[in-house]
């Protein structure tokens, strides 16, 4: 298989579509959340007074209580949080309504406001809000590892009489149909980033393997499918976090790369990283593997302080009997972060 291949096996691996999406809408004193999937399941809890980021933990709870998927969710504003605004348009021509619709929010919320519109007949909803507000709503989301996919007002003329259930289906639509209004519209994610995390070392170690091969057979060309991978993973996603740490394991490849051109015989430092990263199950997930002539250094993120015991376990096995972990904390999403060094 050739590598452009696998890269494409990769993006359609990591894209993930929205066949469970999990709506929500908070009236003040209630938070009501639905799971959008061939039916509805509805759930609505106290949450008088709420901030923020207390509502996207109690959804995040209530998810992994329920076993919810959080890799599409979508948030219904209630009409103060927002400026709405509801106008005909008779025969302004198609292409100048995003024009119209950002001056009508600059004036609004400032220059830099998010916004986002509806064409229906000869109506135009529109909505806007600061993008710091906008920003606040993903950070506070994204601290509980939900996947905030889409941000918005249920058009006025919908308003009348809906019940706080309806909001949240209405938002769950937006997501799973990808439809307008919708604050996130220009930003909105389409990756799985749960995947993602789970296969980083994934990507490291295909690249590895290539490199190694190849740079051992023909480092001129090793260098230049490096070159080639390079630019395949920069349009493997927009989003500047994993661009930065995609690149980052680049460079440590290309690090790689100059220490396996200098051997003059295959060293087994490269089958030890290659079996090192194959985890048998997904309670460890590697994100960072650094090396040199004669050390090792892993960082990753597991399910359990067990799974930590049982993967440094595995290290020794392959690696040497010195292996140790160097750290080992807890993060706020509950995941345990681990850093674990040996030398060779």
């Known amino acids: 298989m050739s590598f452009e291949k696998i890269l494409a096996a990769l993006k359609k691996f990591f894209r ?3 066949d469970e999406v999990i709506g929500a809408y908070f009236d003040g004193e209630k938070l009501f959340i639905v ?24 959804i995040s709870l209530t998810c992994k209580e329920r076993a919810w998927k959080t890799s599409a969710v979508g948030f219904c504003l209630r009409e103060e ?14 292409k100048e309504i995003p024009a119209m619709v950002k001056s009508w929010a600059a004036a609004q919320a400032g220059n830099d406001a998010a916004f ?21 709503f993903c950070a ?11 941000l918005s007002i249920m058009p006025a003329a919908s308003l009348t009489k809906i019940s706080p259930f309806d909001r949240t289906a209405f938002i769950s639509d937006v997501v799973s149909n990808k439809k307008a209004p919708n604050l996130l519209e220009a930003r909105a994610s389409v990756w799985s980033w749960q995947r993602i995390s789970q296969a980083a070392a994934a990507i490291f170690l295909i690249a590895l393997t290539v490199v190694t091969v190849e740079t051992l057979l023909d480092y001129g060309a090793a260098s230049e499918a490096l070159e080639a991978a390079k ?5 493997l996603s927009e989003d500047v976090a994993l661009k930065k740490a995609v690149d980052a394991d680049i460079a440590q490849l290309h690090k790689l790369n100059d220490l396996a051109a200098a051997q003059t015989d295959t ?12 985890t048998a199950d997904k309670t460890v997930r590697l994100t960072t593997i650094r090396v040199d002539k004669d050390s090792l250094e892993l960082e990753g993120l597991a399910d359990a302080p067990d799974a930590v015991k049982d993967y440094l376990a595995r290290v020794k096995d392959f690696a040497a009997q010195n292996a140790r972990l160097e750290s080992s904390s807890e993060r706020d999403d509950g995941d345990i972060a681990f850093v674990i060094c040996s030398s060779f």
Request: proline share 3%.
């Open 140 to 150: 506070a989301f994204g601290k509980f590892g939900l996947n905030l996919r889409g």
């Open 81 to 94: 949080d927002a400026v709405t605004y509801q106008t005909a348009i008779g025969n302004l021509p198609e």
């Open 16 to 18: 993930e579509e929205a």
């Open 267 to 278: 060293s087994p430092t490269f089958n030890l990283l290659i079996n090192l990263g194959k």
């Open 35 to 58: 799971r959008l999937t061939e039916k509805f399941e509805t759930v609505e809890l106290d949450a008088y007074g709420a901030e923020l980021e207390q509502l996207a933990e109690k």
């Open 231 to 235: 630019l395949a993973v920069d349009d």
């Open 116 to 136: 986002s519109f509806a064409k229906t007949d000869d109506e135009l909803w529109m909505e806007t809000l600061p993008r710091t507000r906008l920003e606040e």
